[in-house]
């Protein structure tokens, strides 16, 4: 198997370019909170695009699972992290050249930079060597590192390397500073006569005294002098630096393409894992789906919000876990319920699993089974303004028809709490066109939704609803469960706002 790509097994199956913006779903699904976390601190890999390219082919899905699971192993990852270390560090050498005036330091650190990259290319190829790999994309990519390691390309660079290297160290000099002179010689096995003049002088030392050394000022950029001695040294050592400056000129372009780019991809399993670490010392659990392009029948077993979950953590507060299934022609999931009750969490949940799950992602979960959508298309309440001179209604009508139109019974629709500024009557009359509509194109669909009506119309719809504790209407569970909605929850949850509930009213009449 010929090596491409660490995300993409083929390719044919890379897209055309890395610069997409983000999908349209993704501030309504707070992914854009889930991907800022995951790409924090590793700006310099530019890992966003690959968080904003669903994949749409089981394959290519199960491709990415391979190498998370080999990335699993402590002793792997820990490997490919000294690796992009070593990169990085090399990255930071050029970058640290660029920024010089004087050849000779500039020819010193690229020097220094390309030794980084022989010792991180030779280090990691034996490494990987020695692991246990499964994953068609890593055992593909040991192949060509192995092909690339023993190739007379990169020997030849790291001989010529480490000779230069060595050769520099043979280097030593004098300097006999005279006034303002300062003469460069070769180093003739001087005496060096320091240790005898502070152990002659020691013994006339009686308590603390004033320390009359000058203390020597180190700055990474040379200054005049220092570049005036350098090029002493290098005339007194022509043969080295004449060479030395050869090697930079011929081995500009020495980094590997290929190999570049793995260090920048391999980052978006590593940045993920980083990621999901916490959480899973939290004690959450994550599992990789089964995914279907074919079958929508649909089972989560103990998910959760992502976005939400790492906010709890940080408060240290408890994360609930949720279920769901669909089976048979059941197509349609209509949440209602009490206010603040965890329903547009779920939704966004129901999102984040489909979209992470697309991208070859661990998901949220003890167990997922999933499907392999073309598109996400989703509907949440907005703020009027200034530039859209649409009243609230108008504009959830023109937004719904524009998902309507774009939808294949290939999509995901997640539609969150619609036409809540319209009468009663009328919400129902809307939410049911949209809801057939949906069911005649086939897509799945969360609704988010205060008519419980909606969850009535066929067969293709199931109720699920937000709890609350039985015996104290006001406090939520944050619990979704399949049943039919009967309004009860919601009309206590109302009474006991206002005030209005049996035991409320009889304390007023007895006050």
């Known amino acids: 198997m010929t090596f491409h790509s660490i995300l993409f097994e083929s390719a044919e199956r890379r897209p055309p370019s890395d610069a997409f913006a983000p999908p349209d779903f993704f501030v309504d699904l707070n992914l854009d909170q889930i991907v800022a976390a995951i790409t924090a601190g590793k700006e310099e890999y530019n890992l966003a695009p690959f968080f904003h390219w669903s994949l749409h082919d089981a394959d290519a899905v199960l491709y990415r699972h391979e190498v998370m699971r080999d990335l699993e192993d402590a002793d792997l990852l820990n490997h490919i992290k000294s690796f992009a270390g070593a990169l990085r560090s090399m990255r930071e050498t050029l970058k640290q050249a660029e920024k010089r005036y004087y050849r000779r330091q500039k020819e010193a650190l690229f020097l220094d930079a390309v030794d980084a990259y022989c010792g991180a290319i030779d280090l990691?190829?034996?490494?990987?060597?020695?692991?246990?790999?499964?994953?068609?994309?890593?055992?593909?990519?040991r192949d060509y590192l192995t092909d690339y390691a023993a190739?007379?390309?990169?020997?030849?660079?790291?001989?010529?390397?480490?000779?230069?290297?060595?050769?520099?160290?043979?280097?030593k000099y004098t300097l006999q500073i005279k006034g303002g002179a300062i003469t460069v010689r070769k180093y003739a096995s001087e005496i060096d006569y320091a240790a005898d003049v502070e152990e002659t002088f020691r013994k006339f030392q009686q308590g603390a005294v004033k320390d009359y050394k000058a203390k020597f000022i180190e700055s990474p950029q040379m200054n005049h002098v220092e570049a005036a001695v350098m090029d002493r040294v290098a005339a007194l050592h022509l043969d080295i630096f004449v060479k030395i400056s050869a090697y930079c000129q011929r081995n500009v372009a020495y980094l590997d393409e290929t190999i570049g780019a793995f260090d920048r991809e391999i980052q978006f399993y590593v940045a993920y894992l980083d990621y999901l670490a916490p959480l899973r010392r939290a004690g959450l659990s994550f599992c990789y789906p089964a995914l279907s392009s074919r079958s929508k029948a649909l089972r989560v077993h103990d998910a959760f919000d992502l976005a939400l979950a790492h906010k709890l953590l940080a408060e240290r507060a408890t994360v609930v876990c949720n279920d769901f299934y669909l089976s048979g022609a059941e197509r349609i999931l209509v949440v209602s319920g009490p206010n603040q009750g965890g329903k547009t969490t779920f939704a966004r949940m129901f999102g984040q699993l489909h979209y992470l799950a697309s991208l070859g992602c661990l998901v949220p979960g003890v167990s997922a089974q999933l499907f392999l959508f073309d598109r996400i298309l989703t509907h949440f309440g907005r703020e009027e303004t200034?530039?859209?001179?649409?009243?609230k209604l108008q504009d959830d009508l023109v937004r719904i028809y524009e998902i309507l139109d774009q939808a294949t019974a290939q999509s995901i629709i997640i539609v969150n709490e619609i036409f809540n500024s319209t009468t009663l009557q009328d919400a129902i009359f809307l939410g049911t066109k949209i809801i057939e509509r949906i069911t005649e194109i086939g897509a799945l669909c969360v609704c988010v939704t205060f008519i419980d009506e909606l969850s009535l119309l066929n067969d293709h719809i199931v109720s699920a609803v937000s709890t609350i504790v039985p015996e104290r209407p006001a406090e939520r569970t944050y619990r979704?469960?399949?049943?039919?909605?009967?309004?009860?929850?919601?009309?206590?949850?109302?009474?006991?706002?206002?005030?209005l509930t049996r035991r409320q009213i009889r304390e007023r009449i007895k006050s």
């Not at 990691?124 to 990519?141: E, H, K, Q, V, Y």
């Not at 979704?480 to 005030?499: F, H, Q, T």
Request: cysteine-free; glycine content about 8%; charged content about 30%.
């Open 124 to 141: 990691l190829a034996r490494n990987l060597g020695l692991a246990d790999l499964r994953s068609r994309g890593l055992l593909s990519f």
């Open 151 to 171: 190739s007379d390309r990169f020997t030849s660079l790291l001989a010529e390397t480490k000779k230069l290297k060595a050769d520099l160290s043979t280097v």
């Open 386 to 391: 200034i530039d859209n001179l649409r009243g």
């Open 480 to 499: 979704i469960v399949r049943k039919p909605a009967d309004g009860l929850a919601y009309a206590m949850s109302i009474a006991e706002k206002y005030g």
